[in-house]
């Protein structure tokens, strides 16, 4: 019994070859912000979300994620390259297929939830009589702001 041809086996190793470059570039060019961007999008369905500002808050969120490892670099370097592996993943099957995963699919909740309160309180959403009437603007908060909530009451009790 003949084992593979040369021939065959040139052209299986250079189809692993392409599959594997294709999957290498698509996760070079992966940005954890654009998940975070997507996960909004997902949850916040039928909201014109400006791309340039939203992105901004995505990248607010992933530096938030980033302060939360304390300095252990190689858990964010990792946690990173995990986002990154997702970002890439949904391109090819969708967000939604990748949302069911088990262990993906909490860490995925914990940052969508982060994202969009994060958004939903600085932005221009509660301003708006119809938030799909117009773009979503994210305003960043001011540096060592006291309190950003605009929900808040920081006035004196009604006596």
Known sequence: MAGPSRRSLVIGGGAVLVVGGAGAATLAVARPEDLIFGLMRQAL???DLERGSVGECARDVL???DVSFQGAWLQRAVSHLKLKAIRAASEVVGLDAIDGLGPVEARLQEITRMAVTRLLLNSNFFDLADPRAAPIRYRRPEPNAACV???????????
């Open 45 to 47: 369905p039928g909201v």
């Open 63 to 65: 530096a938030d994620l």
């Open 149 to 159: 909530n605009r929900f808040a009451n920081l006035g004196p009790p009604a006596a």
